[in-house]
Structure formats: structure tokens, C-alpha cells
């Protein structure tokens, strides 16, 4: 009979009885790419070799040369065949690389590893791709690399100079003796009418004598030869060989049974014959019958190839032009180790089984009395036991869809020919859904990978989250670096370059060259501080592990919160055991403060190691202790702070800030008063903090012994190690600094930065240093984390005294002031005075509008360039080509609503802008329309937001200014004709007012129902005509009117 191939040729073969139940077979037309199906079998003696797979093999036993021998004839009792099947070849002195043939699933020799033989032990310690070779990624490398080159061949001596004039030989082992083995490696000859070849050829390099098989295959045309790696392995062609090697299988096939998710496959295919194209040759219908086997050999190869191989080709080269000259192609490489570190995979939970792993494990670990000790011994036995259970599940899950897919394609041909059989019909639908499961964990897994919070798997296809990953990661590949006199490229040099970089920054205790008197400072600021030292709760420790976002990158434990979330219920006991020593003592948590330091490029030219952001990846139960720590510290964080730093602090709003900055420049610049705008620069804040500066801070702020203990029991027992494209380098402690991804760290940055806020207020109060405000509100500083804005009159002595509190502040905490990056903007003041201040504080100058926490900052009207935002990069066509039509609108929603939203918080946006943008596709869903949020009406909402917190926070900063400002001698109510010289924020929010205004009895009815708010916080608590139609506009008609 004829079996039917899904490219477009058949074989003939005999079909032994099937094993189908209730004596059911399926159609003679079943395809031989079941052959993933089939259990192992051995072919016959003689079976020619065919690429599989690769291991790299350490062994113990008896240093001898028999060792090779040896391990061939163990794998073929093992595994089945002879002992050529299997080639051995040396690494070093106790490791081998060992091919193996097509029929050995890469999980049966996993899980049947290690195994003893003739007095030796052999594992298989890492599985190697045929590209791993071909890059040069072994440590040893003890094989020749022949490269393709486009050659006629017509006799022994062209394929001698061919392979002797460009083969490369690599370093060899030195461990190794003088007769290196390649015999894994052959030479493909492709020639026309060629008699007399060599069955090998030899090289002499450096004394070594090297010999390599050549097989020969017969061609109808001129071809040149291809000289190196199997072509088989890399599925360039068919061969007649696999041809007969699929002829066997067919007559041992059976029904396929659909495996449980992630357990392994019991055998491996060795072409995946979706990826095969057919030739055009319509003389032919098929190929490989009862003929012979040159003419199989002939025709099979004519008819059967891969696309890709024909447009990628695995060693590309340049044809040779007219011209006397050959285009060379020019290849760099740099070696980067692999690692394998433990990950946490989120598709991990969709199987029943992981609880029990899980369980097990965490409870097999030897007991101990110290919690810390204890729990770090746990979760060590969980990553064990995970690798174990995972080993091969990617793999398998990855062979179960393909082999799905392939029933599925062979099923739907099958049905145009003939009518399916019940077993056929039921099998499809079983077959279909089974694949969707697969691609939904395949999607799980990229998502993970990708980082993309905002939108659901099934909402994108797994080509969108694999591109995220890869971008994610070129952008975060580091190439090179300079260490101010070499530029360093090889993976070792920036590793080396960077441990000591941060080193230096982060693992040496530095002295502070001068200190603050903080009794004088905070003499009269008290602030009860007790309820910090209370005894840990469970509660309190539920509500942190869930409120910690789930997919986050895990630190060194490779266990995101998600993990925890999950198996808290086995967990919670060991995790509240920390916490009571905590509580309790003094424990030693070095094994559980761990971290990695992930240097992420500040730009896209980076060059030297200061323009990386050092971000810590922190071990996850440590994470949980600074998180419960600052859970409790951020509920005093409004008393401790000053009311102008507006980051990292419940209840305050990033735009607080610009609408101070905002008012009191337009205020200067109305009033023409001479003033300055220093903007200051803070080197890596976060890298320079001093230690001791900050625990004689707590201790002044009234903090008690215990929580002071609590902190200083954290710094001093972390440790961290740069994590190098993937790679961990060597670690240190920590002596020097706050970890940015640590949860406690922005809080107790702040705390430090508020001390240069105090200073200057000192200074302001003691009528040292001239105030800048308006009337009675004087604004000296405004602060968002280390983004510092200082307001002055302009003047050199004034100038000389901020000069001063900056380097008193900094030698004290640690920070370091860039001036360099720092600038000073003038306000009506002369050039020359300019020119002075940029000379006394060594930056440089700089003029409105600025950018000052996204919006610009101008004291005049912004042009048309200022509204405008750069959404481009954001709406990357490949990302909605890979989205689905609700992913698209989560997408262009996402982007719509946190670019433009503080131009919405500050600016009342101009017709033309909000048409630009906006374009014809803002109908809301009910009316027809695709639902994209409309900025017309959302600008609306979010400027009465700003209105209605006029009226009902009257303690904001901004507030107090602007009363100052426009309403000092009159009540501050709501007016159809806005104040003269009104800046451009409160224009805006009058102008809407003045329209919302229409509805309403009276000017002192609608200032009442603005100041009484609304129960839910989220309205405005007009009138109720005016606020049922507002109350819309924030939560239903942004999507359009």
C-alpha cells in the first residue's frame, strides 16, 4: 500500500497488525510522522547514523584508554543498537561528548542517568545543540569546524585543498591525548560523475593527525560541496536513509493516546516534516518505491526540502560577483557562559501535581532550631525537587503540540479524500482542544517572560510575548563597556569591570566628612511612634504576600510572590516562625537577604559602568520583611515628612508638585521678580546613602531601639552579586547604600532627603537665606524622591549659602551632587548675574519650558509641540500585529490614557489637540463605536478632579498658593470671569467650571455643593443635575460622548 505524506510523496510499506482497541484501525493513509508515538526501537545492525541529540557525559572510574569503548558499548546495552551508533569524543580529562542516535528520547536518558558500567560511573551532566558546536560554546573544544563553501568538486585533490584551505581548527584539549576523535564528524561530497574518492581525509595540525569519513551522494547537476556539519541534523534534506529508518517504523505503529500534560514522550521524531516544502515537478508523483536505492536516493533528495534551509542557510556565503573579487564575510563572537538558575515557571501551577512536589519537599528538609536557617534549608529542597519535576517539561510540552498538530493536518487531508471514521471524528475535537492548552501554557510561560502586565495570554498570541522577551532582552544585553581606558568585550573583562565597580560603590565603609546636629533640627517634632515595635501578625503578613504584584522578577531563591501567594498554606508556618525571631532577637538572616544587582542601561549608548541603574533583585522572604516594615512606616510617613515631597508617600499626588512649580513661576514671571530655578542632580542617590547617617536619623526622629535594630539587622546582613546578561558574578555585603527594589528603601530615602529641607528651612526661618513665595506662602524646595527643585532670589550671597547647606548635607549623608547634570534657570535676572550663579554652582544654564515630572513647565503658554506626546514608539506595529481586536484596545487604551494623562491633570487641552489624537474613533461601545477612551472628556473629568480638591483640601500647597495668588482679599469662590493674571492651570479648570457652571441656582449654592465632596471620593459633589453629569464623565462617557 501507499502512505500518503502531507508534503507531497508517498512511500510504500507493508503494515504489520495494528493495536488499535475494539478492533478498530484507522485508514491505510495514516502519515509516518507517528513515529513520535511508537516506543523505542533499535533499527537493525548497519542503521546509518543520524543526529539527535548531544550530552556532554562526566564519568569516575579507571583513567584509561578503554574509557570511550567503554561508554559506547554501556549506551548500546542500554539503549539498544551497537556500539557505533553511539560516538564518543574527549572534552577533558573526566568528560566526554556523546552523540546520540535518532531513536534515544533525550528524557529517557535523562531519567535513566546516572548509570554504572564496567567499574564506571557515567552522568549526563548537560545536553549540547549542534549550535552550541557550531558557536563554540564547550570550555574544550576538540573538533575541527569546516566551513561551507561554494566549490565545484571533480576530484580527490579539490576536495583536499578544499577542506584543507578553509577548515579552522580550534584550541584543543591539552588534557587530552594525541589521537583526538572527530569521528562524529563527516564530509558531505556533492558531485557530479566523481570515481575516485577518498574514504577519509587527513590533516596534520601541530603533530595531531586527524581523519574525517566522507560520504559520498550523487547529484544530477554541478553543485558545490558541503564540507562540516550533518546536514540531516540541521533538516536541510530528506535522505533515503530516513526514508528507510520511517518504512520500519510505519509497521510498528500504534493509535495515539494523548499523554498526560508533561509527562515526557517515550521517543523522539527526527524530522519535523510541517517545516518540509515540496519541489515543483509535475514528471514525478512520487518517489521511494520498490525501485532501487540510487534512484530513491536521487529523487528523494530532489523532491523533499526545507524552506528555511534554502533561505537561511546554515553558514551563509556571498555568491562571487563578475568582478575579480570574492566577498568575504567577517564574523565576531563573544563567549557568554550559560547559567542555569532556577525560575519559577506561572504555567507551573496548572498541574495537579505540583501541590504534593511542593509539600514534600518543604517537609523533608532536616530540622533546625534557628527559623531563618530552617526556612532557607526548605526552600532549597523546593528548587531541588522543582528541577527534578520540571526536568523536560518544556520539551515535552513542545513535542505534545507538535504531534497534535500533525494528527490535526493529516485528519483534515484525510477528509477531502474520504469519509472519517467514528474513532477519527472523535479523535479531532480531543486533538484540537489539547493543542489550545498547550499554546495557552506556551503563552503563560512568554508572558511570564515578557513582563507584560496590562494584558491577558489569551488576549495576545505567544509570538507577541516572545517579542516583548527578546526586546526585553536585547535592550538589556550588554555588549561592552569601558573602564576609562579600554573598551571590554569579552563577557569575563565587563564582569570582572563591574564587581569591582560596585564594589567599590556598595561593599566598602566609607567616612562621612562632616555631621549634622539633628537635636537642633528636630528639637520640636515629635511624632508617637510606638505602634511600630508591636508584635508581628499573621494577617498582617497575608496582606503583604498578596499585595505583592505576582509575576515580578524573583531574586537569587528563583520564587516569585506568586509562589508564595499560592503555597502559603504550606508555607505560613515557616514564614511567621522569621518573623517571631525577628521579633524576638537578633537572628542572622544572611542566608535569606540575599540579592542580585540587574544593571539596566540608563541610554541607549552606554559605554562606561556609571550609566547603569543598578536594580536588586531581593530574595523573596526578605522582600516580605522590608514590605511589612514599610506597610507600617508608610502610615506615619505625612508627619514625618515635609508637605513638598510628594514621592513614595500615600495621599499625595505627583502633581502636587507641578502645580507649586507651575504657580509660583507664572507668579514671578507676571510680577517680574527676580528669582532662580536650580535643578539638582543626585549621582545614583540611592547608592550613596551612609549608613550611619541614617540610624542616627531614626534614632533622632524618635524611632525606638527595636525598629532601629530591625533596620540595621537588614543592612548589615545583605549581601548581593551582579547579575551579567543572565549570569550571577561573585558576591559581597552590602556596607554602603539602599537597594532600589527593596520595598523599604524609597521610605527611608525620603526620610533622608527631607533633612536637606529641613536645612534650608532653618536657614529661611533664620533669615539667612532670602524666602521666594507668594505673600504669606514662602516655597524654598520641592522634592520628589531625589529630584530636587530649589527657588531663590537669584543673588550671589544667597547663591554662596545654598552652596554651603548642599555640601554640608552631602558630605554627611553620603549623596553626591552632580552639578554637572544639575542646570539654573533665571527668571528676569541680567546675563552677567546668570552667568555668576552657573559659575558658582558649575553647571549649566538653561531656559523655559523645562520638563519637570513629565509635563513641561513654562510660565507662558505651551505651543503645539508641548501637547503633543510621543506615542509612536508606544504603538509599535509589530505589537498590534500581534494582537487580538481586544488586546489592540487594551493596548491603544493604555497608551491614550498614561501618556497624555498629565497634560489632562494640568492643561486644559486645546481643540486641535484633542482632534489630532482623538481622530473619528472614539464612539463609546453602546453606540456603535470600538470604545478607545476620549481625551476631550477625560481632560474634563481630570480637571474638575483638580477643581473639586481646591475646595475640599484646603492644605495642599498648591491650594495655599494659589489663594494667595488670586483670591487674598476676596472668598475663593468659583466665577464665570477668571482673576487677571491667572496662570494657565487655573484658566483651564475656571473655563470648564464656567461651562459645568450652567446648571446651577447660584454661585454660593454650587461653592457649597463643592466643598461637602462626595461619599465615594471619586465625584465632585455638585449640584445634582451637574453632578449625576460629571459623575458620568469619570466613569462612563471616556470612552466617548
Not at 516 to 537: A, C, E, M, Y
Not at 794 to 807: K, N
Amino acid at each position: 500500500m501507499h502512505a500518503h505524506w502531507p508534503f507531497g510523496f508517498s512511500l510504500q510499506v507493508s503494515r504489520a497488525p495494528s493495536t488499535f482497541p475494539n478492533g478498530t484501525c484507522p485508514s491505510s493513509n495514516c502519515p509516518n510522522s507517528i513515529s513520535a508515538f511508537l516506543p523505542p526501537r533499535a533499527p537493525s545492525a548497519g542503521h546509518p547514523f543520524l543526529l539527535a541529540c548531544i550530552a556532554k557525559v562526566d564519568f569516575v572510574g579507571p583513567h584509561d584508554g578503554n574509557v570511550k569503548e567503554v561508554l559506547s558499548r554501556g549506551l548500546a546495552a542500554r539503549f539498544g543498537g551497537s556500539s557505533r551508533d553511539f560516538s564518543v569524543a574527549n572534552l577533558h580529562a573526566s568528560t566526554m561528548v556523546v552523540f546520540f542516535p535518532n531513536w534515544v528520547a533525550r528524557e529517557s536518558a535523562i531519567g535513566r542517568s546516572p548509570f554504572r558500567f564496567d567499574d564506571f560511573v557515567f552522568r549526563f551532566s548537560n545536553w549540547l545543540e549542534p549550535w552550541e558546536l557550531a558557536r563554540g560554546h564547550l570550555q574544550y573544544k576538540a573538533w575541527i569546524r569546516l566551513h561551507h563553501w561554494p566549490i565545484l568538486c571533480w576530484n580527490k585533490e579539490d576536495v583536499k585543498a578544499a577542506v584543507s584551505g578553509f577548515g579552522e581548527l580550534w584550541d584543543i584539549d591539552p588534557l587530552s591525548d594525541k589521537r583526538v576523535d572527530v569521528s562524529f564528524f563527516r564530509v558531505l561530497i556533492r558531485c557530479q560523475h566523481v570515481r575516485c574518492i577518498p574514504e577519509s581525509l587527513f590533516l596534520m595540525v601541530e603533530d595531531r593527525r586527524f581523519s574525517i569519513p566522507i560520504e559520498i551522494e550523487s547529484w544530477e547537476e554541478a553543485n558545490p560541496i558541503l564540507l562540516g556539519e550533518d546536514l540531516d541534523g540541521r533538516l536541510g534534506l530528506v535522505t533515503a536513509d530516513a526514508q528507510e529508518s520511517f518504512t520500519r517504523q510505519a509497521g510498528f505503529h500504534s493509535i495515539p493516546t494523548m499523554e498526560p500534560l508533561g509527562r515526557p514522550l517515550r521517543s523522539q521524531e527526527s524530522f519535523h516534516f510541517g517545516d518540509l516544502r515540496r519541489l515543483q515537478d509535475d514528471s514525478v508523483s512520487f518517489v521511494g518505491d520498490n525501485r532501487s536505492r540510487a534512484a530513491a536516493l536521487d529523487n528523494g533528495r530532489r523532491r523533499a526540502f526545507n524552506f528555511e534551509f534554502v533561505e537561511f542557510p546554515p553558514t551563509p556565503a556571498l555568491p562571487r560577483p563578475r568582478s575579480d573579487r570574492t566577498p568575504l564575510i567577517l564574523s565576531a563572537y563573544t563567549f557568554v557562559p550559560t547559567s542555569r538558575l532556577f525560575r519559577f515557571e506561572s504555567f507551573w501551577l496548572r498541574y495537579a501535581s505540583l501541590q504534593e512536589v511542593v509539600s514534600n519537599a518543604w517537609h523533608s528538609a532536616r530540622p533546625s532550631s534557628e527559623p531563618v536557617t530552617r526556612f532557607a534549608l526548605k526552600i532549597d529542597k523546593v528548587q531541588s525537587a522543582l528541577r527534578t519535576w520540571s526536568l523536560g517539561l518544556n520539551s515535552a510540552l513542545k513535542k505534545q503540540a507538535s504531534i497534535c498538530l500533525h494528527w490535526i493536518e493529516w485528519l483534515d487531508i484525510a477528509e477531502e479524500k474520504r469519509v472519517l471514521s467514528p474513532l477519527e471524528i472523535t479523535l479531532r475535537p480531543q486533538l484540537k482542544r489539547r493543542y489550545e492548552d498547550l499554546c495557552f501554557l506556551d503563552e503563560l510561560k512568554w508572558k511570564q517572560r515578557s513582563r507584560v502586565q496590562w494584558l491577558r495570554a489569551r488576549d495576545a498570541n505567544t509570538k507577541f510575548f516572545h517579542l516583548r522577551a527578546s526586546c526585553r532582552r536585547s535592550k538589556n544585553f550588554i555588549l561592552h563597556l569601558s573602564d576609562g581606558n579600554d573598551l571590554l568585550t569579552a563577557h569575563v573583562s565587563i564582569a570582572n569591570h563591574l564587581f569591582s565597580f560596585f564594589q567599590n560603590q556598595l561593599g566598602v565603609d566609607k567616612l562621612s566628612g562632616t555631621s549634622i546636629d539633628f537635636s537642633t533640627i528636630f528639637h520640636d517634632d515629635f511624632v508617637d511612634l510606638s505602634s511600630l515595635h508591636s508584635p508581628f501578625t499573621m494577617d498582617e503578613v497575608k496582606k503583604v504576600v498578596f499585595s505583592c504584584a505576582p509575576e515580578k522578577a524573583p531574586g537569587p531563591d528563583g520564587l516569585p510572590m506568586l509562589f508564595y501567594q499560592h503555597f502559603l498554606s504550606v508555607l505560613k508556618d515557616d514564614v511567621f516562625d522569621v518573623f517571631n525571631g525577628l521579633y524576638c532577637g537578633d537572628p542572622d538572616l544572611r542566608d535569606i537577604n540575599t540579592g542580585w544587582i540587574c544593571p539596566i542601561l540608563k541610554k541607549a549608548n552606554a559605554i562606561s559602568a556609571r550609566d547603569l541603574c543598578p536594580i536588586s533583585l531581593v530574595h523573596s522572604l526578605s522582600k516580605i520583611i522590608s514590605k511589612v516594615l514599610a506597610a507600617r512606616l508608610q502610615l506615619f510617613m505625612n508627619q514625618l515628612v515635609n508637605p513638598y515631597q510628594a514621592a513614595f508617600i500615600k495621599g499625595r499626588h505627583i502633581l502636587d508638585n507641578f502645580y507649586c512649580a507651575h504657580i509660583l513661576i507664572h507668579h514671578l514671571h507676571f510680577s517680574k521678580q527676580p528669582a532662580a530655578l536650580l535643578k539638582i542632580d543626585f549621582e545614583r542617590a540611592f547608592d550613596h546613602i551612609n549608613w550611619k547617617f541614617l540610624l542616627e536619623l531614626l534614632q533622632a526622629r524618635g524611632f525606638g531601639d527595636k525598629w532601629i535594630g530591625w533596620i540595621s539587622c537588614l543592612l548589615n546582613s545583605s549581601s548581593t552579586a551582579v547579575l551579567l546578561n543572565g549570569t550571577p558574578g561573585l558576591s559581597f555585603p552590602y556596607k554602603w547604600g539602599l537597594r532600589q527594589g527593596d520595598p523599604l528603601s524609597p521610605l527611608l530615602f525620603v526620610l533622608c532627603i527631607d533633612v536637606l529641607f529641613r536645612l534650608l528651612q532653618r536657614a529661611v526661618s533664620s533669615l539667612s537665606l532670602p524666602a521666594v513665595g507668594i505673600g504669606k506662602i514662602k516655597l524654598h524646595s520641592l522634592q520628589f524622591a531625589d529630584d530636587v527643585r530649589l527657588f531663590f532670589d537669584g543673588s550671589s550671597r544667597s547663591a554662596d549659602i545654598i552652596r554651603i547647606i548642599l555640601e554640608a548635607f552631602a558630605g554627611s549623608s553620603g549623596l553626591k551632587i552632580n552639578f554637572n547634570k544639575s542646570s539654573i534657570i533665571p527668571i528676569h535676572l541680567p546675563s552677567q548675574q546668570v552667568s555668576n550663579l552657573a559659575i558658582s554652582f558649575s553647571c549649566p544654564e538653561q531656559s523655559f519650558p523645562i520638563s519637570y515630572l513629565c509635563p513641561p513647565l513654562s510660565p507662558k503658554s505651551l505651543c503645539k509641540v508641548n501637547y503633543l506626546p510621543k506615542i509612536d514608539n508606544r504603538l509599535a506595529g509589530w505589537k498590534g500585529s500581534t494582537l487580538s481586536r481586544g488586546g489592540r484596545l487594551v493596548l491603544l487604551n493604555s497608551v491614550l490614557s498614561s501618556i497624555p494623562t498629565y497634560f489632562c491633570l494640568a492643561f486644559l487641552l486645546p481643540a486641535w489637540a484633542t482632534v489630532a489624537i482623538d481622530k473619528h474613533v472614539c464612539r463609546p461601545k453602546r453606540t456603535g463605536g470600538i470604545g478607545i477612551r476620549n481625551l476631550r472628556v477625560s481632560n474634563s473629568a481630570l480637571l474638575m478632579m483638580g477643581l473639586w480638591k481646591y475646595y475640599n483640601f484646603q492644605s495642599l500647597p498648591w491650594v495655599q498658593l494659589l489663594k494667595q495668588k488670586h483670591y487674598k482679599r476676596r472668598p475663593a469662590a468659583i466665577a464665570t470671569s477668571k482673576p487677571i493674571g491667572s496662570c494657565p492651570i487655573w484658566k483651564g479648570m475656571l473655563k470648564l467650571a464656567a461651562l459645568s457652571l450652567l446648571q446651577s441656582t447660584s454661585l454660593l449654592e454650587m461653592e457649597k455643593k463643592l466643598t461637602s465632596g462626595m461619599p465615594d471620593g471619586r465625584g465632585l459633589g455638585l449640584a445634582q443635575p451637574v453632578s449625576f453629569s460629571l459623575r458620568c464623565v469619570t466613569s462612563q462617557e471616556t470612552h466617548g460622548p
